[in-house]
């Protein structure tokens, strides 16, 4: 069963304040992503990668800045948390092919107060 | 613009009851259709991947069918447990996009009742 792994599961910062979600996939996957799903809407798209140093700009990226260090890890950034920011966010991963499995994280939980 | 469409928005059966979930799209080009089921607060859980025209699957009790002509999929879910509470998510693959975009619905929360 592929993996993916989020950490941490919750956050709380204050307005202002410095976060790093990770996520880590062990399924040798090309493409990894970030969303954020908030009620009412469907899950949205904030930065996608398919490889290693690669970054590629979503559909909601501002605010947020990501970093393929590796083809397991994907860093998602908030540098100047706004309580805008607060949500669920997912990450996911899948191989290249168009319709293959996609894999997704069990969640991390984003308060900014 | 809204390009996944889910309904109903929620929907209550009682245990044993039968219940349809609906999905249409406007996502252009279209390559595939998956439903996920997502319990609260946790990951999204890959139900069935729909890829033909007119493709239809099943997976237990869990069925599907998927129309591109009329951009519109179907979820079947036959004698409802307790446990199928959840919200069901409709996600759409771009068939133009190199990187697997995928286009999510905003899901139908299905709760199900003794």
């Known amino acids: 069963e592929a993996a993916v792994t989020q950490s941490p599961r919750n956050k709380v910062t204050v307005t202002g304040g410095n976060v790093t979600l990770s996520c880590r996939q062990t399924n040798s996957h090309n493409y990894m992503y970030w969303y954020r799903q908030d009620t009412g809407h469907g899950l949205r798209l904030i930065h996608y990668s398919y490889g290693a140093g690669n970054l590629q700009i979503g559909d909601v990226p501002d605010g947020y800045k990501a970093t393929r260090t590796t083809q397991e890890d994907f860093f998602l950034l908030l540098e100047l948390a706004s309580p805008s920011q607060t949500s669920l966010y997912f990450c996911?991963?899948?191989?290249?092919?168009?319709?293959?499995?996609?894999?997704f994280g069990k969640g991390t939980r984003l308060t900014v107060v | 613009k809204t390009q996944v469409e889910q309904s109903p928005q929620s929907l209550v059966v009682r245990q044993g009851e039968n219940c349809v979930l609906q999905c249409n799209y406007s996502v252009t080009p279209d390559n595939h259709l998956r439903w996920f089921k997502q319990d609260t607060g946790k990951g999204l859980v890959s139900l069935t991947v729909l890829v033909d025209q007119k493709d239809k699957t099943s997976n237990g009790r869990y069925s599907a069918t998927l129309d591109k002509d009329a951009k519109h999929s179907t979820l079947h879910i036959t004698a409802t447990l307790l446990d199928d509470t959840a919200t069901y998510i409709c996600?759409?693959?771009?068939?133009?996009?190199?990187?697997?975009?995928?286009?999510f619905g905003a899901g139908t929360q299905l709760i199900v009742i003794p």
């Open positions: 996911a991963s899948k191989f290249r092919d168009r319709n293959t499995e996609v894999f």
């Open positions: 996600v759409v693959g771009d068939r133009g996009s190199a990187l697997g975009r995928l286009h």
